[in-house]
């Protein structure tokens, strides 16, 4: 068996099971917080933590960082089980550090206790400045040297709700001349009068991030805590935390870092996309432009499209942008195996058999999937009124136009060769019908030697009589630039692209009344489309995922 060289994580559990761990300790968790829906970047933490946990055998917590009530939803905590379960990955436990409140708040009277936390009564304005700069050293709080009795008296008066929300804060009481602004006497509690969605009003105090999340680590007794590499500085304060409530007899969990992925063409924060779907830029979390995972299913993305493009892109220690293209390319790769070949035409021209009898109907076979041996046959009827594209016609043209023109032939997809005799044009011009003749031993796999005869071009069609009105929905790009949300001047929502969405009328092969929502299907020579959820039993709507690369034409 060839083994893939490690990557700088493995590496890292690597040696720490040579040295320090069992292979029964490890574990590890993803901890989205419940304030948006998840997108493509999370995808990356999320294979990233469940890969190991499956390479290893080892759990993986889901992990809500719900400690903000005046962001978070049940909405978002149902939307993220949802995707995370939908990309294919089992969780070991559901947690929330919310269910840890009460010991996060034995540990910070604890820390009250040992003189390593305080009160400070000032305006976050004074504390901030205070906190001085990295060049420049930090100035103590008036309130820092406070006795513990009075810590302790305000501090419940705190979680009481006795004092107006923001009259107080709890610090830690740590380094104020510390290189490491985090270290400065960081923040760990702060009042907030709002509604939690799992804990209601009971808690008026909520522990702030630093002091959450390596302790629910602990708690969870989670081996490798790996995060963004913005928290890089906050390991050391991860550390000391540490230091200061655990028992020596348990595992010491560790905080690594990986670089941040980014996607070209689009924004990947929550606190973002929030604002398109607030602003009606959007029609919701799972709009089919946006990058979030629900958005990206809708749009006919697969669950093995998004964890093959985020296994590709591997963990780095640098941050940086990926092309939207290499996505893009991942789900072509996923559904030219999977997607059954349909036909259907976007932008009609009629055409019309003039040999053919006007009352017969013939049902041809039709390949599904030429990749995918099990995928079978279907029917689809001819008859002699037929719609083909536009851009596939042309009166005259040179010898690379390899479609139907005047005195030529093509052969029509399943079915027979014709030629173009004549067109019929309206007052500006433009074709309205063409009119060409079939030959009528040159079917498909009928085995006749006009049915082997070679014509250049090959065209998707389907029959007026039978076909379906459908509608389509194509999509743009939902930013014009690559990098929309790091210009040095403008707002990203500057950069939205105001044609990302094209809605238009196209006409399918009967077929198409087998598909169900999210059913993904290829229209043979357009692309990848998948059923959407506006669908009702009148009207047919698909998204169109992704283009093809080459036409099977070729
Ligand atoms: P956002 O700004 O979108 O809210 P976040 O990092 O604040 O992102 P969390 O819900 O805290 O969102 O993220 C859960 C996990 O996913 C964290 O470990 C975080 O580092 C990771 N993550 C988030 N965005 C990315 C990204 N673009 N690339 C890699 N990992 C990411
Ligand atoms: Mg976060
Ligand atoms: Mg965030």
Known sequence: EEKEPLNFIEQIIEKDLETTHKKEDLCFRFPPEPNGYLHIGHASSICLNFGLGLRYNAPVNLRFDDTNPAKEEQEFVDAIKRDVSWLGFNWATECYASDYFQQLYDWAIMLIKDGKAYVDSQSSEAIAEQKGTPTQQGVDSPFRNRSVEENLDLFEKMKNGEAP???????????MKSTNMLMRDPVIYRTLHKSHHRTGTDWKIFPMYDWTHGESDYIEQVSHSFCTLEFLPHRELYDWFLDQIRDSSKLRPKQREFARRNLSHTVVSKRKLARLVEEGVVTGWDDPRMPTISGLRRRGYTPESIVNFANGIGVGKRDNLIDVSRLEFSVRDDL?????????????????????????????????????????FRKVPFSRELYIEKEDFREEANKKFFRLKLGKEVRLKNAYIIQANDCVKDANGNVTEIHCTYDEDSLSGSGTEASMRKVKGTLHWVAIKEALEIEVRLYDRLFTVASPDTHKEKDFMEFVNPDSLEVITGYAEPSFKELHVEDKVQFQRLGYFTVDKDTTTEKMVFNKTVGLRDSWAK
């Not at 036909?343 to 055409?351: E, I, Q, S, T, Y």
């Open 336 to 376: 030219n195996k999977k997607a059954n070949r349909v036909m259907a035409v976007l932008d009609p021209v009629k055409v019309i058999i003039t040999n053919y009898p006007e009352d017969k109907t013939e049902w041809l076979d039709a390949e599904n999937n030429q990749e995918d041996d099990s995928a079978g």
């Open 165 to 175: 929300e923001g009259a107080h804060v709890l610090r830690a009481k740590i380094d």
